[in-house]
């Protein structure tokens, strides 16, 4: 049956989107999580992937016309499948696509009698309903990491409502509007799919159990619930572990306080699960919060060596005693593992293994660095290199598509960060036309804000290929899974000194090992042994990168 895709809400103030440009024509096929069309929005133009497949057999709206969220914006179903209902508006019971559901829709089931709940229900004046904004072009469900605002609460516009976790931050999400705070249809820690309920704005007062009941009814009815919860929730969707930003105000108190009748540690719920899972002490744990309480910080800045002599953050597990931990995945877990998946198993990867001799690297950095106020590191050289390199092969800067293979002239270089939840890849755009002090400070600087969580989605887009560094934790070589969509990841190892020939004479000198791994629809063994061939000249020889 033929999916009727409407124009999506790629951000949470966007009423209305233009096609910048359609990547499918009517008569091609479509796979799920194809790229339909660039959307430009009131804040970006973003992709928008198809969540469906088939053939594309309409386009509702051509590249430069605009139309508002929810209306017609293409038609996939099967090729040669009348449409000319749709088309016309006669038929009731196609399928629907990114549509947003309002307070008036009403869910009926085939051969069912409509239930009372399901009646229209108009929204009292001054109402505003909230739904789960999508806070990135990848995202499709977001998690409460904190409400910054109660129910009772008068809400400005421009305040900040909640954190929302994502696939790729937790980003502070602002009210639009303003009002009184209704209702909150989603605790912390909760998950919902972008644009199911989130909250309700309107006057102080206003009876707004009608309007929320009647949104429930719909979301429960177009969505399974994939995991019973112990408790009725508005939304019933599985819970994933939380990333939480919380506000503190009151001074450091110098020890937890402990509720003297019953031995009780206060604490915030996103602090206990963080310190079950390291296996921290709280009793050993200052907290920093209101009145002692320990929040996110005090468990993460803890560390053993504030402890004493006589206890250790080691969980104790008894002899003979079987024992496991659970840990709930996180958005960006579950994003993780579902991106590197698909890579791993739709590219042929296949890799190209090198070492580099890297004593004249060693005495341009040390020379460089001798410079006042300046400093570089043996990641920034690489990138550099790297970024001088793709600019003479473009095969190996490319991205594969289902239609067709795209060879980029700019050179946006992912730099893999460690964080507590996972991996994300900042991007150093146009990392050849910068310098390496420049390249150092944008990597310190996605770093830092990596591990604090405060970069944003357009930091971690649009990457043309990507270095994955573990020199630093003593890693020789090892190999990585492709950032898709590009065709190449370089794995970055530690520097070693051994013995090596030079001359016809054994001496001691400097190597390091990097693999390539590529995406063989794109990029050809001879292809990138030539990309390293070139890498080897800048890194072995570094001051040609400043000629």
Known sequence: MAIVVNMPRLSDTMEEGTVASWL?????????????????????????ESFNEGTLLHIGV???????????LAIIG???????????????????????????DVSVKENEPAPETTAAVELPEGVVVITMPRLSDTMEEGTVASWLKNVGDFVQEGDILAEIETDKATMEFESFNEGTLLYT?????????????????????????????????????????????????????PKTAV???????????????VNSTNGRIFISPLAKKIAEEKGIPLHQVQGSGENGRIIKRDVEDFTPAAATATNSVVKFVATGQEDFDEIKHSQMRKVIAKRLGESKFSAPHYYLAVEFDMDNAIAFRQQFNSIPDTKISFNDIVVKACALALRQHPQVNSQWFDDRMQLNNHVHIGVAVAVEDGLVVPVVKFANEQSLPQIGAAVRDFAGRARNKKLTPQEMEGSTFTISNLGMFGIESFTSIINQPNSAILSVGSIVQKPVVKNGQIVVGNTMKLTLACDHRTVDGATGAAFLQTLKGFIENPVTMLV
Not at 91 to 101: L, M, Y
Not at 243 to 257: D, G, I, L, Y
């Open 243 to 257: 990333v939480e930003q919380e506000v503190v105000s009151e001074p450091k108190a110098e020890t937890p306080v």
């Open 24 to 48: 499918k024509n009517v008569g091609d096929r479509v796979e799920e999580g194809d790229i339909l069309a660039e959307i430009e929005t009131d804040k970006a133009t973003m992709e928008f």
């Open 78 to 104: 099967e090729e040669g499948e009348d449409i000319s209902e749709l088309l016309n508006g006669t038929t009731t019971n196609q399928v629907v696509e990114n549509e947003t559901p309002t307070i008036e």
């Open 62 to 72: 051509q590249e430069g016309e605009t139309t508002k969220v929810d209306e017609l």
């Open 185 to 237: 249809g989603l605790a912390v820690g909760e998950t919902a799919k972008v644009d199911d309920l989130l909250a309700i704005i309107g006057p102080e007062g206003t009876d707004v159990s009608a309007v929320a009941d009647n949104f429930t009814a719909v979301s429960a009815a177009s969505e399974p619930i994939e995991e019973p919860t112990p408790a009725p929730t508005v939304l019933e969707t």
